[in-house]
């Protein structure tokens, strides 16, 4: 089997986009910056970096998973983004602890309170089973579960695609739409 090599130019602009969201979350909590929005995607346009994340990240399904799909069939596709999706979700815990302990540590030396954790802060023991199914997800954190959770309906997608491509389209576009028109639906942050 042919192993496809990495293309440096989309793992390029998924680094950028992922800085880009980084920026905008950092930006959003510290006073006096916001003259550095201009810079960035969420300024300009109708979307933001991460739907450039996400989109580059679908991108790089496509191209790994068809292979899979192709060659061992779906129910191998399926598998293989399970796995993925377990690895991800560990260290999406992983991180979620590191910076809940870091802000912790530095809570009272911090000119900027951590905003975006006071929820958690004001009840782990009721947050932290709420974040271990991305029920709780404060600002800076919904990338990944995200990631996550679409990754989990991709290899279903992409049969649907070989399939049924008009079905496979109209489901991806009344995803979108709901998630606009219902922002509710979308995951909860703090």
């Known amino acids: 089997m042919l192993k496809l090599e990495r293309d440096p130019r989309v793992d390029f602009f998924r680094g950028m986009a992922l800085l880009l969201i980084f920026w905008d979350h950092v930006l959003s909590v510290v006073p006096g910056h916001s003259r550095w929005f201009h810079f960035t995607p969420r300024y300009w346009g109708y979307s933001d970096a991460a739907e ?24 191998m596709c399926q598998a293989k983004a399970l796995r993925r999706c377990s690895q991800l979700y560990v260290a999406n815990i992983f991180t979620f602890i590191a910076v809940v302990g870091i802000a912790g540590l530095f809570y009272t030396r911090l000119e900027v309170s951590p905003k975006y954790l006071e929820t958690f802060f004001s009840e782990p023991g009721v947050v932290t089973p709420r974040a271990l199914v991305f029920n709780y997800v404060p600002v800076g954190f919904g990338i990944l579960p995200l990631y996550i959770l679409l990754l989990l309906c991709m290899p279903a997608m992409l049969h649907l695609l070989h399939r049924w491509p008009a079905l496979a389209i109209t489901i991806s576009l009344l995803v979108y739409l709901a998630a606009q028109v219902f922002p509710h639906l979308n995951l909860p942050r703090y």
């Open 52 to 75: 450039l994340f996400v989109f580059l990240s679908g991108f790089v399904f496509g191209l790994v998973y068809e292979r899979v799909y192709q060659s061992r069939g779906y129910w």
